[in-house]
């Protein structure tokens, strides 16, 4: 990540979406993941509020990073992500407490998302501001698709809905397993299963050109 | 709260074991589980730092709640944490040092398992006693164990195995932990 510096801003920001998507390639921060996403909706406030929190301290982060000493530089980053969570957790609160209760703890245990302390310690720190929100901001997002697609297809085979809305037929047999703690393992193991499938072809494929 | 102490243990350990159905602790959980012994030593590692901060949450938060400022139990708690993790480093580096190599950079790491920060938020939540938050500690702390010294049983037994090569790496290990999970559904009901 260090080469990063002599990158276009696009690529900063698109990385995140797909190529380092921190869920399925660089497999970041699997506790919220995992815990939170047996629905779609709970995917998407787990993944909205996380990237807001990785905004935001990126941002401050990569202000001071040239006031942080070097020796307390992971307690000054988990203050500052700290912080925001507080705030990210009462803001959640005021907006929806359903949503609030839903989540439960695993709010405040965005604070302990490897993503985050990850992105400021290998980018943040060491990037300007601009490049920072643009690195952050495509880490979120590409966050917040995974946790959506994870909690989509859990949703969809655990209780036939999506979003809550019914989308399979009455006659579906929901796969209580699926949003079981257990279905959130199988979920993800299947998308990485396919990202390696993907990733594999895709190599096969070169090979065959190049020979 | 009038839970027995040894429900407690027994939910914290078996039931909800906090690696299998919270989802907390799974980075070490993915990335330590390569083999029996340094599992088993993380392990004890993790135990040791849930008990000590538990202890510490249980006095922050008898403190917070004294001066009326919840909203900084976060911050305290993982300031607290991050402390403890820095001690046990330090007794460890000291007393066996090739430990200290093995875990490596999950030593530091442990700082960010959800499964300490975790623990402390639930016991303030459940509104457990002194004592209730020592064995919930030593609960989730044992149960983690277990968790981890199985998962690296049977990754020990994977490496060896004829696997096709898309699944190799964590896809298989995720499929195994599910599998893992729905064993300890098993555990439903027990001690209560």
Redesign the interface.
């Known amino acids: 990540m260090n080469e990063a510096n002599n990158k276009l801003d696009t690529n900063t920001f698109i990385k995140g979406l797909w190529k380092e998507n921190p869920v399925f390639v660089q ?2 921060g ?2 919220p ?3 939170v996403t047996n629905s779609a909706t709970n995917g998407m406030a787990m993944g909205l509020a996380t990237a807001f929190v990785l905004i935001m301290s990126s941002t401050l982060v990569s202000l001071l990073r040239n006031f942080i000493p070097k020796q307390v530089r ?2 000054t980053f ?2 500052i992500i ?2 925001f ?2 705030v990210a ?2 803001l959640i609160q005021a907006i929806s407490i359903d949503i609030h209760k839903a989540l439960g ?1 695993f709010i ?2 965005i ?4 993503l985050i ?1 990850g992105r400021a310690e290998a980018f943040a720190s060491k990037n300007s501001v601009g490049k920072s929100i643009l690195d952050a901001t495509g880490m979120g997002v590409g966050f917040t698709f995974a946790l959506l697609c994870l909690g989509g297809v859990r949703e969809i085979l655990g209780t036939g809905t999506f979003f809550g809305i019914q989308i399979l037929g009455a006659s579906f047999e929901p796969w209580i ?1 699926m949003i ?7 979920t ?2 299947a998308w ?2 396919l990202f ?2 993907m990733k ?1 072809r895709k190599a096969a494929k070169m090979q065959e050109a190049t020979a | 709260m009038n839970e027995s102490l040894s429900f407690i243990f027994i939910n914290a350990c078996l039931v909800n074991n906090f690696v299998l159905a919270y989802f907390l602790g799974i980075c070490p959980f993915l990335g330590v589980s390569g083999n029996i012994g340094t599992a088993s030593r993380m392990g004890g590692a993790v135990m040791f730092v849930m008990l000590v901060s538990s202890m510490c949450a249980y006095g922050i938060h008898l403190m917070l709640v004294a001066i009326d400022a919840p909203y900084l139990q976060l911050i305290s708690y993982i300031v607290v944490i991050a402390s403890t993790v820095q001690l046990v480093e330090m007794i460890i580096k000291k007393f066996s040092p090739a430990l200290f190599r093995a875990l490596g950079i999950f030593l530091p790491l442990i700082t960010t398992n959800c499964a300490i920060l975790g623990l402390a938020l639930f016991q303030t939540n459940k509104g457990y006693d002194f004592i209730q938050s020592l064995i919930y500690a030593l609960g989730a702390g044992a149960g983690f164990t277990i968790a981890l010294v199985i998962m690296a049983g049977i990754r020990e037994d994977l490496d060896i195995a004829d696997t096709p090569k898309v699944v190799r790496g964590t896809a298989i290990v995720l499929m195994v932990a599910g599998m893992l999970s729905l064993t300890f559904m098993g555990f439903a009901g027990l001690g209560g």
């Open positions: 497999v970041l699997m506790c993941v995992l815990a992971i307690a988990i203050l700290a912080t969570v507080t957790e009462y703890a405040s245990l604070v302990v998302n490897c302390l397993l079981l703690p257990g279905g959130g393992f199988f993800l193991g990485l299963l390696n499938y594999e």
